[in-house]
């Protein structure tokens, strides 16, 4: 159920439009519920008009005795539509009126056992939805206190489907980017636009924040963004304050240019909060350090244990740092994918933010490897792109998990369509490397005995390697990695230990992007594996304490296995 409120000067308004037949979906308009119970009802009186001014003048009778004093609210009309889904079935009279009592009560216009509350009627007038019609003058002639009523009509509502047994709305917690106003919706379309000026504006603020390291740099990226126009605000001090954007080509009636601050276009933007992510961003690594790509990937990788922990300031943190990798995709990826990695994007930006507050200090490492990413030559290759979607997708589904555990209705929506979106750019992207690695398949006899590592160190996925069309671009890697000094050994005991293969659709696939990444590090020298392998002994020979075996009712699924 979807509860709307709205407020008015005029009762007599309400009223003749709740009772209006002239309109469709207006039916059968008569009262379900009222004060007291004994209101009159114009749509069952024989004298209509009549009826309709006696009940406008019993709504109004504390507004006028308040207004004698000066103490009418100048709005003192508070109107609640409240309409079920399409699916649940059709509620008699009297569950509606129940209903209406609920809200009324949950809201503050007329708490339970309160004989000083306001007046209300609820008429319903189609079978789906009933309207609620209050003054906010109470008895006592005080004004109702009913701050957040939407926010407790919400929580009653959802109640009320659990107790009947409706269709459960996705509910938020008031952390989600403003929704484009009917105006802006209605102007877009007229100018034949897909996404209105302020989704717009907001996708094109989120990738100059994902791309800078400063606040300077953040400010000078937009203002050389083609069509973007931009406002600093400064202090008397000359400290910059604040910033508003505007599109060239979104003008008001005055040809003038329509401003948007940074929080009007979402929570996160606000100057003071976009600080608090760039404050926490490592500088770009050098050139000669490690591929930014695998560093991000690695990163990504291990946010799924980030996720594990209790930690909920530094779990916020990741998903907004991972947020901010998806903003920059498109940047960086072929044409083709471009539209399912901004759509994957756009999905996900209601997965970055929550009521928690996020702790930016624990995602330092992918925030630093995103912008180093933007600062270097797109790859030509799509392997790089395609690892990195890789560990994407597992992000997601971690990201959906912790907020299903948070009660997250509205993210974890959001994360189930970026998953569509990610997987749908990965499978395009993974066709042409995976495809130019399987024609480089080793001889046959190679191939046999990296099929008895992969039975020895991937036991429990091994059949399932083996019989993915990837595992001949899996065993090119892996001959590829021997022939630079690797040991194919390590690299598949290493990949087994970094990512667990349970929820890998196409295992092959997800081994031959780890094992490239592993093998693309410097090959370890004789006396680093010697000392490796004295630690493993030592380890191993170290005598350790029994615990006692978990009771079977507190089982617990298997953990991924991670670095």
Same mark, same amino acid.
């Given at each position: 159920?979807?509860?709307?409120?709205t407020?008015?000067?005029?009762?007599?308004?309400?009223?003749?439009?709740?009772?209006?037949?002239?309109?469709?979906?207006?039916?059968?308009?008569?009262?379900?519920?009222?004060?007291?119970?004994?209101?009159?009802?114009?749509?069952?009186?024989?004298?209509?008009?009549a009826?309709?001014?006696?009940?406008?003048?019993? %709504?109004?009778?504390?507004?006028?005795?308040?207004?004698?004093?000066?103490?009418?609210?100048?709005?003192?009309?508070?109107?609640?539509?409240?309409?079920?889904?399409?699916?649940?079935?059709?509620?008699?009279?009297?569950?509606?009126?129940?209903?209406?009592?609920?809200?009324?009560?949950?809201?503050?216009?007329?708490?339970?056992?309160?004989?000083?509350?306001?007046?209300?009627?609820?008429?319903?007038?189609?079978?789906?939805?009933?309207?609620?019609?209050?003054?906010?003058?109470?008895?006592?002639?005080?004004?109702?206190?009913?701050?957040?009523?939407?926010?407790?009509?919400?929580?009653?509502?959802?109640?009320?489907e659990?107790?009947?047994?409706?269709?459960?709305v996705?509910?938020?917690?008031?952390?989600?980017?403003?929704?484009?106003?009917?105006?802006?919706?209605?102007?877009?379309?007229?100018?034949?636009?897909?996404?209105?000026?302020?989704?717009?504006?907001?996708?094109?603020?989120?990738?100059?924040?994902?791309?800078?390291?400063?606040t *300077?740099e953040?400010?000078?990226?937009?203002? +050389?963004?083609?069509?973007?126009?931009?406002?600093?605000?400064h202090?008397?001090?000359?400290?910059?304050?604040?910033?508003?954007?505007a599109?060239?080509?979104?003008?008001?009636?005055?040809?003038?240019?329509?401003?948007?601050s940074?929080?009007?276009?979402?929570?996160?933007?606000?100057?003071?909060?976009?600080?608090? +992510?760039?404050?926490?961003?490592?500088?770009?690594?050098?050139?000669?350090?490690?591929n930014?790509?695998?560093?991000?990937?690695?990163?990504?990788?291990?946010?799924? +244990?980030?996720?594990?922990?209790?930690?909920?300031g530094?779990?916020?943190?990741?998903?907004?740092?991972?947020?901010?990798?998806?903003?920059? %995709?498109?940047l960086?990826?072929? =044409?083709?994918?471009q539209?399912?990695?901004? =759509?994957?994007?756009?999905?996900?930006?209601?997965?970055?933010?929550?009521?928690?507050?996020?702790?930016?200090?624990?995602?330092?490492?992918?925030?630093?490897?995103?912008?180093?990413?933007?600062? *270097?030559?797109?790859?030509?290759?799509?392997?790089?792109?395609?690892? %990195?979607?890789?560990?994407?997708?597992?992000?997601?589904?971690?990201?959906?998990?912790? +907020?299903? %555990?948070?009660?997250?209705?509205?993210?974890?929506?959001?994360?189930?369509?970026?998953l569509?979106?990610? =997987?749908?750019?990965?499978?395009?992207?993974?066709?042409?490397?995976?495809?130019?690695?399987?024609?480089?398949?080793?001889?046959?006899?190679?191939?046999?005995?990296?099929?008895?590592?992969?039975?020895?160190?991937?036991?429990?996925?091994? *059949?399932?390697?083996? *019989?993915?069309?990837?595992?001949?671009?899996?065993?090119?890697?892996?001959?590829?990695?021997?022939?630079a000094?690797?040991?194919?050994?390590?690299?598949?005991?290493?990949?087994?230990?970094?990512?667990?293969?349970?929820?890998?659709?196409?295992?092959?696939?997800?081994?031959?992007?780890?094992?490239?990444?592993?093998?693309?590090?410097?090959?370890?020298?004789?006396?680093?594996?010697a000392? =490796?392998?004295?630690?493993?002994?030592?380890?191993?020979?170290?005598?350790?304490?029994?615990?006692?075996?978990?009771?079977?009712?507190?089982?617990?699924?298997?953990?991924?296995?991670?670095?």
């Open positions: 159920m979807i509860a709307k409120i407020g008015g000067q005029t009762t007599a308004d309400l009223i003749h439009y709740l009772y209006d037949t002239k309109k469709k979906s207006h039916t059968d308009p008569h009262l379900v519920a009222s004060w007291d119970g004994f209101a009159p009802d114009p749509g069952r009186a024989d004298d209509f008009d009826t309709r001014r006696a009940l406008v003048a019993d %709504l109004d009778l504390h507004v006028k005795q308040a207004a004698r004093l000066g103490r009418a609210p100048e709005k003192h009309v508070w109107h609640c539509s409240i309409r079920a889904a399409e699916t649940d079935r059709h509620l008699s009279d009297e569950e509606w009126g129940d209903i209406a009592r609920r809200v009324v009560a949950a809201t503050g216009i007329a708490p339970n056992g309160d004989p000083d509350g306001c007046r209300w009627v609820a008429v319903r007038h189609a079978p789906d939805h009933i309207h609620i019609a209050a003054t906010k003058v109470r008895a006592d002639l005080r004004t109702a206190r009913h701050w957040n009523d939407y926010l407790t009509a919400d929580r009653e509502l959802a109640a009320v659990k107790e009947y047994g409706f269709f459960q996705v509910r938020g917690d008031r952390s989600a980017a403003n929704r484009p106003t009917r105006a802006e919706q209605e102007k877009a379309k007229r100018a034949g636009q897909a996404r209105t000026v302020r989704e717009r504006l907001r996708t094109t603020v989120r990738t100059a924040v994902a791309a800078a390291t400063s *300077e953040f400010i000078s990226l937009l203002q +050389h963004t083609d069509g973007v126009l931009v406002d600093i605000k202090f008397p001090s000359g400290d910059v304050r604040g910033y508003t954007v599109l060239q080509d979104d003008v008001n009636g005055k040809q003038e240019p329509i401003w948007y940074g929080s009007a276009l979402a929570p996160d933007l606000s100057l003071p909060k976009i600080r608090q +992510h760039l404050d926490a961003t490592e500088r770009p690594p050098s050139p000669r350090r490690a930014p790509w695998h560093q991000a990937t690695a990163a990504a990788e291990r946010i799924p +244990h980030h996720l594990d922990h209790k930690d909920d530094a779990a916020q943190a990741h998903l907004a740092a991972f947020g901010e990798a998806l903003d920059v %995709l498109p960086l990826a072929p =044409q083709g994918v539209p399912q990695l901004r =759509q994957a994007a756009e999905a996900f930006e209601r997965a970055t933010r929550s009521r928690i507050r996020a702790d930016h200090q624990h995602a330092r490492a992918l925030r630093g490897a995103v912008r180093a990413m933007v600062r *270097e030559p797109a790859p030509r290759d799509g392997a790089l792109l395609a690892m %990195l979607l890789d560990a994407a997708l597992l992000v997601v589904m971690a990201a959906a998990r912790w +907020h299903q %555990l948070h009660q997250h209705d509205q993210q974890v929506v959001a994360a189930h369509q970026t569509l979106h990610l =997987q749908a750019a990965y499978e395009q992207t993974a066709a042409a490397p995976l495809t130019a690695r399987a024609q480089r398949r080793p001889p046959q006899r190679v191939v046999e005995r990296h099929i008895l590592l992969i039975r020895q160190y991937v036991p429990e996925h091994a *059949e399932q390697v083996l *019989e993915d069309p990837a595992f001949d671009a899996l065993a090119a890697v892996l001959a590829v990695a021997e022939e000094g690797h040991d194919p050994k390590e690299l598949l005991q290493l990949a087994a230990d970094q990512r667990a293969l349970d929820d890998a659709r196409r295992p092959a696939r997800v081994l031959t992007w780890l094992v490239e990444r592993l093998s693309a590090r410097p090959v370890p020298s004789d006396r680093a594996r000392a =490796q392998a004295r630690s493993t002994a030592q380890r191993l020979s170290m005598p350790t304490r029994p615990t006692p075996a978990a009771p079977a009712t507190q089982a617990q699924p298997p953990q991924a296995r991670r670095r």
